[in-house]
């Protein structure tokens, strides 16, 4: 039996070595806008936390609908996260400093000091993944035989649904 803690560990670990990821958001005119974040931590509560500027022109956006994707790939490896949750904008020194590294100084020159640094919070809903888990061999034959078959290809990676 697969608890809670058990699909939110799979997902920390689907996306911990994957930095960049792509939020989606819901403008005013209800088009979905996306933009790369880079992603601090998937926490034990389920949320996952980007540093962001009080500046971005996404903001709006996401206190308007706060409802938004989170998507990560890691093509080498195919694997495909795709994940649901509700935004939060908010400042929290104590959070800032707690998930401050170096590679956030260029976009923040003042460290957690910086006026325009917040954070936006992601409590995740659900995650939907595609994982290989083959070679690029491997898939590459998987393919090769269901194009001289005519079936679709077998055993060539893992496709799950987590609500954690």
Do not use: C
Not at 30 to 45: E, G, I, K, N, Y
Not at 89 to 112: D, H, I, Y
């Amino acid at each position: 039996m697969t608890t809670e803690n058990d699909q939110l560990e799979k997902i920390r670990d689907m996306i911990k070595d994957v930095k960049f990821g792509m939020l989606t958001t819901v403008d005013e005119n209800r088009q979905l806008s996306s933009r790369p974040l880079t992603s601090q931590q998937v926490d034990a509560s389920g949320n996952i936390w980007f540093f962001i500027s009080d500046e971005a022109t996404f903001l709006n956006a996401v206190r308007q609908n706060p409802e938004v994707n989170a998507s990560f790939s890691n093509v080498d490896d195919s694997l495909y996260v795709s994940i649901s949750g509700r935004a939060q904008v908010l400042r929290n020194r104590q959070k800032a400093e707690e998930l401050w590294n170096v590679m956030a100084k260029p976009w923040f020159p003042s460290g957690v000091d910086d006026p325009h640094l917040m954070l936006l919070k992601v409590q995740i809903h659900a995650a939907e993944y595609w994982d290989s888990g083959s070679s690029k061999m491997m898939q590459l034959f998987a393919m090769a035989k269901a194009a001289v078959t005519g079936e679709q290809p077998k055993n060539i990676g893992e496709h799950g649904v987590l609500q954690p």
